[in-house]
């Protein structure tokens, strides 16, 4: 048996019953686990008890910080070295070599993007333009926070940050060997999934558009990292006319998401369905904001309760 490696695993998760046991046998090799919890309503906590995991309940009540920046900042962390993944991701046996492998280097960088490998419907999505994928996940914990993109009280949009990006202050490298990416759940959650992430993605549109900038974000440069060349892209596709179908084009034909076979056009597919709510959700603000509201950007929650407080008192 290998002794466990001194890094924290942090796992931020609401009713992941079906992925959770698959993502905690992928880290048992780590010294310590944190199973972030919001309230599940079905077995996620003893299934994360059963693992050896300790879980932590997180009560979101809107704004910053949403649920991994809360993990950084509040978990009495035991290591210094963080790894982050959500509950339908593994570490792979090679992955889990090359991690251990940077830890005991006493030239390791401060933090490390991993590149996932997404599995949908049976197939890994090769094409798409979805790999590769670059996400800073395995990092000191005291150099790294998520950005703020002035979207972290969208209504709707859920206690976690998804598509934020880590901002390390410190030196950033490549690991090698993929992180496995595959939801156990079903094409309905995937629907329902993107269906919330529209609207912090409508708001992040808007934001881009109009040069909004939070307090705290990666740069955007198309000769930087991957990250940053994709949110300097980002930047000019949020000003773009017909969207939903540059995309599918994009994805489909210039991307080769035909060479995936039937996964692949059902995933570019969902994708272009999604490019199409966020337009949608976009022109919605922009009719209300015309019919007396003071911005166009998606409703926070505050709006939405002073809206609802209106509406009963009329009632």
């Avoid at 693992?51 to 035991?78: D, I, R």
């Amino acid at each position: 048996m290998l002794s466990k490696t001194p890094l924290s695993v942090i796992i931020p998760v609401k009713n992941e019953a079906r992925n959770l046991a698959a993502c905690l046998a992928s880290v048992a090799w780590a010294d310590e686990v944190w199973v972030v919890d919001s309230h599940s309503t079905d077995q996620t906590p003893e299934i994360a008890q059963q693992h050896g995991a300790q879980v932590a309940q997180f009560s979101y009540h809107g704004g910053f910080p949403k649920k991994k920046n809360w993990a950084l900042q509040q978990l009495p962390l035991k290591h210094e070295w963080v790894l982050l993944l959500d509950a339908d991701e593994r570490v792979t046996p090679e992955l889990q070599t090359e991690i251990r492998a940077v830890l005991a280097r006493p030239d390791a960088a401060d933090g490390y993007y991993l590149n996932r490998k997404l599995i949908f419907l049976g197939r890994w999505i090769k094409h798409c333009g979805w790999y590769p994928s670059w996400n800073m996940r395995l990092f000191k914990h005291r150099l790294g926070r998520f950005e703020r993109l002035d979207a972290e009280d969208v209504e709707n949009a859920g206690d976690v940050e998804v598509h934020e990006h880590v901002v390390l202050q410190g030196r950033a490298a490549y690991l090698q060997h993929d992180l496995l990416h595959e939801d156990f759940k079903s094409v309905y959650h995937f629907v329902e999934r993107h269906n919330r992430y529209s609207n912090w993605d409508a708001r992040v549109y808007h934001n881009l558009a109009h040069g909004v900038t939070g307090a705290q974000n990666i740069g955007a440069s198309f000769f930087g990292s991957p990250v940053e060349r994709k949110r300097f892209i980002k930047r000019w596709w949020a000003r773009l006319p017909f969207r939903p179908l540059l995309r599918f084009l994009w994805m489909y034909v210039i991307k080769r998401g035909f060479l995936d076979g039937r996964p692949g056009l059902l995933f570019c597919t969902l994708m272009t369905m999604h490019e199409a709510v966020i337009s949608a959700k976009i022109y919605e603000q922009k009719l209300l904001s015309q019919s007396g509201k003071t911005n166009s950007q998606p409703m926070t929650r505050s709006q939405q309760s002073a809206i609802d407080q209106a509406k009963d008192g009329v009632a």
